[in-house]
């Protein structure tokens, strides 16, 4: 949402202009979750510069606007936190050259953002959210680089959402951020000592049905895509 964003859904890929610190964000309001897990595919568009500045947030066990679990995903740090009668607090963060090393062993650095031809430029990637009692755990490219607990367990369940954001303090960059294969799984308990996965019917990509999928001041019911 907001004067400088636009959401665009085709051919099974959600696509989100933006500029400046313009927050615009999705959110799956079907249901409730409780421990669940959110995986896409994402691929960075840098349209006419500021990949550095590029924000991807995730929201979780949303409650309302001051009251959530949040994911933050910049060019070079992970940060896991929670938003409580408004005010933000960081639970942990990697960055720099341990997220680096965190992605691969051989890397000093790593832009996840990056558009460029290195290695250690992603551009396009996996993201994995997993969250079962009070942790949360941030999986790239199937790598995990970050587990957070919040030992006061402040939120039980609550809806999802993602962001995507500038924080450039200008409007001088447009950008995108392209989203697929976005797939919402419940876990559930199989026995005392282990969750299953039980699949939500996946909300974008390829054929899949779309389930209340709210983007902007849009509703997407049930339906086929693509």
Do not use: C
Request: glycine residues 10%; proline residues 0%; hydrophobic residues 40%.
């Amino acid at each position: 949402q907001g004067f400088y964003s636009s959401w665009g859904l085709a051919n099974g890929t959600l696509s989100a202009h933006f500029r400046n610190r313009d927050d615009t964000s999705a959110f799956y309001d079907a249901e409730r979750l409780s421990d669940f897990s959110i995986a896409q595919h994402v691929k960075f568009v840098d349209i006419d510069g500021g990949e550095q500045n590029a924000q991807l947030f995730y929201y979780l066990r949303y409650q309302d606007d001051k009251n959530y679990y949040r994911v933050e995903i910049q060019n070079q740090a992970v940060i896991v936190g929670k938003m409580e009668a408004g005010i933000f607090t960081e639970i942990k963060r990697i960055s720099g050259s341990a997220l680096a090393q965190a992605y691969d062993s051989a890397f000093t650095s790593l832009r996840i953002f990056g558009t460029g031809t290195a290695a250690r430029d992603l551009g396009e990637f996996d993201i994995a959210i997993r969250v079962v009692g009070s942790v949360v755990e941030v999986s790239i490219d199937g790598k995990k680089v970050l587990v957070a607990k919040d030992t006061a367990g402040t939120f039980a369940e609550g809806n999802i959402g993602f962001a995507v954001a500038m924080d450039n303090g200008t409007a001088s960059f447009l950008n995108s951020m392209q989203f697929d294969d976005v797939t919402i799984s419940r876990y559930v308990l199989a026995n005392q000592a282990s969750y299953a996965y039980e699949l939500i019917t996946p909300a974008i990509g390829g054929n899949a049905a779309i389930y209340r999928f709210s983007l902007a001041n849009q509703t997407f019911t049930s339906g086929i895509d693509g």
